[in-house]
Structures are given as structure tokens and as C-alpha cells.
């Protein structure tokens, strides 16, 4: 099979067919509308009623509104964490601030900065006081939104991608460990890796989504899809 006829995500593969058919799926706005008004089995997929969430905040600014917005994605907020958010709130703000709107995730690692500015970010789950109820996949559901270009999303599916023993597997379990902030890091430039060494599978990926759809959000479908399936 041809290398363009595939695409990498992490320590695995997935034929581009097979993907362009998830993100086609995942972006049908109409399919997912005629499926939350019939009810039944199926469940309708997140795009468009998480990416314009009208949550209120600006860009350097995290609403009310933005920390509920991981409900959408099934990562549901107890009263703990919204609390804990609220607390945080300045230090995310500032975090979101330090990173310019147009700021890719690529581009940040080209240009070395990538580490510094999400492990400073992300590190406030870490320190002597972590903030009850909140985790890495709930806060970058929440900060993706903020900064769609440059911020990953995390869940259990993308870790099987991204942190295990084997050798194609760019982050070593141990490295879970460590501390929330460098984690994340660490896994978001082996993503970036991934997208700058595969552009032409990963441009024609983002082709077949809707025009207001960022390449991380097309990339965390193709990821989750792939982690979830049985040989993850």
C-alpha cells in the first residue's frame, strides 16, 4: 500500500479511506440533528453543538459558560470541579494569553516553544494543591475551545495512541508518572510530529470537514476512532 494511503496516529495506523469516512461521519451536522430529534440507540456525535458552544467568553477569557462545555463532549463537571475551575480561572486565563490565537501546534514545535507553554498551562493540575475533580481530559476539553489551533484534545483514547511500551509508541508509560503539565506536553509534540511528518494525508483530512472545523479537532476524531478500536 502506498504511505499517502495511510495515515500515522501515534504508534498506529489507519488506512486514509477508513479515516476519511470517521471524519465525514463525525462533521455530518445534518446526520447528527435528524439523530438527537429521532431518539433511539444512535447516538448523535458532538460537531457542531461543542465547537459553537455560545459559552460567552473571549478569547483570552474563560466564561461560566467554557467550563461547562466538556459536558458535550461526555466529560461531565461536578460541583468539586467547577469550583476548583473558578479558582484557576486567572492562571488559565493568563496560560490562554501567552499563546497567540494563531499559534498552531506545529508551528509552536517548530519553533521550540511548544513544551514551555502548554506544560505552564496544563501545570496547574500539578503542585502540592491539584485541583479536586479535574483532570488533563476535562481541562483540554475546556481550553481546546480557547485555542483550537494550538491545544489538543486528551482522553483515554488518545493515550492509547500516544504513552506505551512499545517502540512505536512516543511517550513511555513511566513518563504518566510525572507530573500533569509535562505529560500532556509530551504527548501533544509527538502529535505534532505526527501532523507535520504526514501534511498531505492530514490536509486532505481537514478538506473533507466543514470550513470552520480546526485540523486538531479532525486529528482527535481520527485518534479516538483508531484508539477505540480492538487492536489499540
Same mark, same amino acid.
Given at each position: 500500500?502506498?504511505?499517502?494511503?495511510?495515515?500515522?496516529?501515534?504508534?498506529f495506523?489507519?488506512?486514509?479511506? =477508513?479515516?476519511?469516512?470517521?471524519?465525514?461521519?463525525?462533521?455530518?451536522e445534518?446526520r +447528527?440533528? =435528524?439523530?438527537?430529534?429521532?431518539?433511539?440507540?444512535?447516538? #448523535?456525535?458532538?460537531? /457542531?453543538?461543542?465547537?459553537?458552544?455560545?459559552?460567552?467568553?473571549? $478569547?483570552?477569557?474563560?466564561?461560566?459558560?467554557?467550563? @461547562?462545555? %466538556?459536558s458535550? @463532549? +461526555?466529560?461531565s463537571?461536578?460541583?468539586?470541579a467547577?469550583? +476548583?475551575?473558578?479558582?484557576?480561572?486567572?492562571? @488559565? =486565563?493568563?496560560?490562554?494569553?501567552?499563546? /497567540? %490565537?494563531?499559534?498552531?501546534?506545529?508551528?509552536?514545535?517548530?519553533?521550540g516553544?511548544l513544551?514551555?507553554?502548554?506544560?505552564?498551562?496544563?501545570?496547574?493540575?500539578?503542585? %502540592?494543591? #491539584?485541583a479536586?475533580?479535574?483532570?488533563l481530559?476535562?481541562?483540554?476539553?475546556?481550553?481546546?475551545?480557547?485555542?483550537?489551533?494550538m491545544? /489538543?484534545?486528551?482522553?483515554?483514547?488518545?493515550?492509547?495512541?500516544?504513552c506505551?511500551?512499545?517502540?512505536?509508541?512516543?511517550? $513511555?508509560? &513511566?513518563?504518566?508518572?510525572? #507530573?500533569?503539565?509535562?505529560?500532556?506536553?509530551?504527548?501533544a509534540?509527538?502529535?505534532?510530529?505526527?501532523?507535520?511528518?504526514?501534511p &498531505?494525508?492530514?490536509?486532505? @483530512?481537514?478538506?473533507?470537514? %466543514?470550513a470552520?472545523?480546526?485540523?486538531?479537532r &479532525?486529528?482527535d476524531?481520527?485518534?479516538? $476512532?483508531?484508539?477505540?478500536?480492538?487492536?489499540?
Amino acid at each position: 500500500m502506498a504511505e499517502q494511503d495511510t495515515v500515522r496516529v501515534g504508534a498506529f495506523t489507519v488506512g486514509m479511506a =477508513e479515516a476519511e469516512g470517521w471524519v465525514r461521519r463525525y462533521f455530518d451536522e445534518s446526520r +447528527n440533528r =435528524e439523530v438527537a430529534a429521532t431518539g433511539g440507540r444512535t447516538r #448523535p456525535y458532538a460537531y /457542531p453543538v461543542y465547537d459553537r458552544f455560545a459559552a460567552g467568553g473571549a $478569547e483570552s477569557e474563560l466564561s461560566d459558560g467554557d467550563l @461547562l462545555a %466538556p459536558s458535550l @463532549l +461526555n466529560a461531565s463537571l461536578g460541583i468539586r470541579a467547577v469550583y +476548583n475551575l473558578q479558582t484557576l480561572r486567572p492562571r @488559565l =486565563e493568563k496560560g490562554l494569553a501567552a499563546i /497567540p %490565537p494563531t499559534l498552531t501546534l506545529t508551528d509552536a514545535a517548530a519553533r521550540g516553544t511548544l513544551a514551555s507553554l502548554l506544560t505552564d498551562l496544563f501545570g496547574v493540575l500539578d503542585g %502540592p494543591d #491539584p485541583a479536586v475533580g479535574l483532570g488533563l481530559t476535562t481541562l483540554s476539553k475546556i481550553l481546546h475551545r480557547k485555542r483550537p489551533l494550538m491545544i /489538543p484534545l486528551y482522553d483515554r483514547r488518545v493515550k492509547r495512541c500516544y504513552c506505551g511500551d512499545s517502540g512505536d509508541h512516543p511517550v $513511555e508509560p &513511566v513518563s504518566r508518572s510525572a #507530573p500533569d503539565g509535562p505529560f500532556y506536553a509530551a504527548v501533544a509534540a509527538g502529535i505534532a510530529r505526527d501532523l507535520a511528518e504526514q501534511p &498531505v494525508q492530514w490536509r486532505y @483530512l481537514a478538506s473533507v470537514a %466543514p470550513a470552520d472545523v480546526s485540523l486538531l479537532r &479532525v486529528f482527535d476524531v481520527v485518534a479516538w $476512532e483508531r484508539g477505540g478500536t480492538r487492536d489499540a
